[in-house]
């Protein structure tokens, strides 16, 4: 087995290649949203796959309905070593528009110590500082860890096809952990490992009164209105404090840690003025919670969408035969996104009079991504950032969810561990995307730590 | 001054030149909705100005920015005589689907005792009973009260010029008591005098928080959601016994008098049966409220339609920037539809959380119309029905509003005498649209009789 320090030494001596490589891969346009592109994602596919086979791995480019996956697996040469899966994706977004970037976004360049193209950040430089750090392990002894890699080429469409192959792969894509490289930094010279990732449970209902649309002068006050049906199921959804009122709602919901909270205290967080940037004021969640724990740490109910009646232009004085409203559930801790699915519906069902009927399509759920603070995996990630950087790194939360991390954890049972090196002015999805060289370098060592850590 | 005996005699004497009156109205297309039948309209309005002119009335045809008024006025040869303002309409609507029509829907024709064309009830077979029994006064002696005549082109298209041309015109218009000949009998046999007419109150109201859509993973339990402020706002709007519960909301709706209840009741409505024509079972309306009075003679809000954020397939995670519902109401008795709209937007103000700004925007407002009871006008005319059809008359109410029932009323300070003699299956804006002679023949002997028992 390598000795980490050669690894790093190594990782240092092959600067230039390293950049060759991420540059070859940089200049295939992988636009997975445009069909146009199809070939140059499969392009990207099989490059990636080659160079993992020439790092020893097993490596496979595996049809989909849409764009191919790349799949790769190498053993260690230890015994009862740690099973990581490492995912990231290769395609990226649309350049456009065109004219606003100052070189091509296709041709990557360095200037002043960043390389700018499309996919710099976003994911073709954060995935090879894996990548990188797996090579220098197999150019100095071999990996501290069973490792596996999934390469999807659909992240900015959606990952339709993910679903499905995860399904179909089950037992190959299983490990002990899986670990992320689309997170970013807290900022450029402090590390972050996100933590928690809220979950997503969305549910679509449509609520049926009459079998038709009525005349509000001859049946208003005596055919029931599917749109105050509707109202009331919404506005009974919180209380006066802003709490969730389905049964049980919280089971699962842990308040921060001692530790966490210190942490996210640190941060310093200024919640009014994230608030004002939106034109807001008053923080609108729970009673007595800060801005940071509202998106960070505590679940919501989200009315996404309502529609029903009559919305053009005007007047019109029809009563409904039906109204529908898309509610959304961001869950966090060990909050059970198909038990809090069916006590909606009841909560639903209870609200309906006697001549309403509903109609329930659900969009999906997804549990909430909390990696324990106790975790071991954590604590060694934790100590071999620490070491790369020379400062404590930060445990971040996001109030959004990524489905890819959801599905991972509610099919194969897996946690993720989040470390990326992106920085929020990375302008990623815009014109002159950019990953500073110091991630990519860094990135690439703090892996080949993480990786050494992971093993003990 | 007429006889009455000799009125009546001369509509009996005359049955034969009436229709031949009615049939050629009939025969012009009068469809106020499609342009390519503005000339037709025209003609029309021509036809009836020159018509009431040979019967002594000084008429006029009046340009709108759509089709003409006709107005026309007589005096009657007794002084201090009530002064009544007759309304009706010349437009009919399209006669689409015309391969549903047995014979062409603008060739009139009679087969077993029914006149058979478009606009044959709605509103040319109507309005014309009325012209005809001022045409047999005029034969016999002159016209027992003062008499003007508004009929206009639009009122299939919503009577646009309507409001406009009665504010250019109060003056000229304003009269004791309006008469409108839009409604209909109770049965072929029975006729009805229509004494309650809901009003109507519409408002659109805008919420609005955050200065543009956020995403809810990132925004979502900090950011106030316009369609969970607006949902509270609808769902408040009804107390758990389904009334209304804005203050004063009750302030002049009366309870219906003995001797309405006792007629309604006798009328044997059946609220089962109309709510189970529309698949509904239960009355949504005030507890302990029969289906008629909540469709007849007590106020409702309603919502006629909400829309906010995303709407189309799928589901998307947006937290919304604003939310919007159409919300009416209808009035009875003396409810004032200004003060409620002001009670309305003071309740939904009250309802805004510090962040969420609201934009009202008014659909219109007018008042019910309640011909008292014990008004003379109206007992006259139940003795002249009853003389006429051998039975006493109905009094009933319609759930819906008539807007230029309620604009005469809101502008002009008239109250109106609704008695018509259309059957409910007269298919009026269907095919095969027909009015039964005896509706014409003894609705001519009707309106004699009405017009010389007003007249004392």
Redesign the interface.
């Known amino acids: 087995m390598a000795q980490l320090d050669d690894v790093l030494a190594k990782l240092d001596a092959t600067r230039q290649p390293a950049l060759d490589r991420l540059f070859e891969l940089l200049r295939i346009k992988s636009v997975s949203t445009d069909s146009a592109y199809a070939g140059e994602c499969v392009t990207a596919a099989n490059w990636l796959s080659r160079h993992l086979e020439d790092l020893g791995f097993t490596a496979s480019v595996r049809p989909t309905a849409g764009h191919p996956m790349v799949v790769a697996h190498s053993k260690s040469a230890r015994r009862d070593v740690p099973h990581v899966l490492f995912y990231g994706h290769y395609d990226v977004q649309p350049p456009d528009p065109l004219e606003l970037w100052t070189t091509p976004p296709f041709e990557p360049r360095i200037e002043e110590g960043r390389i700018t193209a499309r996919g710099a950040a976003d994911d073709k430089g954060q995935l090879m500082t894996f990548i990188e750090a797996c090579r220098a392990f197999r150019d100095s002894g071999g990996l501290p860890c069973d490792v596996s890699i999934l390469l999807e080429g659909e992240e900015e469409t959606g990952s339709p096809s993910l679903p499905a192959f995860l399904e179909a792969n089950a037992k190959e894509l299983t490990a002990d952990l899986m670990l992320v490289c689309d997170t970013g930094m807290y900022n450029k010279t402090t590390p972050a490992i996100t933590t928690m990732l809220?979950g997503?449970m969305?549910e679509?209902i449509i609520i049926k009164?009459?079998?038709?649309d009525?005349?509000?002068?001859?049946?208003?006050?005596?055919?029931?209105?599917p749109?105050?049906v509707?109202?009331?199921i919404?506005?009974?959804?919180?209380d006066d404090k802003g709490r969730v009122t389905l049964n049980n709602f919280y089971d699962g919901v842990d308040e921060l840690t001692p530790e966490v909270a210190e942490q996210w205290r640190n941060l310093k967080f200024d919640?009014e003025a994230?608030?004002r940037s939106?034109?807001?004021?008053?923080?609108?969640?729970?009673a007595g919670r800060s801005?940071q724990e509202?998106?960070w740490s505590?679940?919501?109910a989200?009315?996404?969408?309502?529609?029903?009646?009559?919305?053009g232009k005007?007047?019109?004085?029809?009563?409904?035969s039906e109204?529908s409203?898309?509610v959304?559930f961001?869950l966090v801790g060990r909050q059970n996104p198909l038990a809090i699915r069916e006590t909606f519906r009841a909560f639903v069902k209870d609200h309906l009079?006697?001549?309403c009927t509903v109609e329930f399509i659900s969009?999906?759920a997804a549990p909430a991504l909390q990696l324990p603070m106790t975790s071991e995996a954590l604590t060694r990630t934790r100590r071999a950032l620490q070491n790369e950087w020379g400062v404590e790194p930060v445990m971040i939360a996001?109030?959004?969810?990524i489905p890819i991390v959801g599905a991972f954890k509610r099919d194969l049972k897996m946690d993720a561990l989040m470390v990326g090196f992106g920085l929020a002015d990375d302008r990623i999805h815009s014109p002159n995307e950019k990953y500073e060289l110091t991630s990519f370098q860094k990135g690439a060592r703090s892996w080949a730590r993480i990786l050494s850590a992971l093993a003990g």
């Not at 009164?209 to 038709?212: E, L, P």
């Not at 996001?398 to 969810?401: F, H, P």
């Open positions: 809220r997503l969305m679509e009164g009459a079998d038709r009525l005349h509000s002068g001859s049946f208003g006050g005596a055919a029931i209105n749109i105050r509707l109202s009331r919404l506005a009974d959804l919180h919640g994230f608030l939106v034109g807001l004021s008053v923080p609108a969640g729970e801005v509202m998106i505590r679940p919501t989200e009315v996404n969408g309502i529609i029903g009646g009559y919305t005007g007047a019109k004085t029809v009563l409904p109204a409203a898309k959304s961001r009079p006697a001549d969009h999906g996001m109030g959004g969810s």
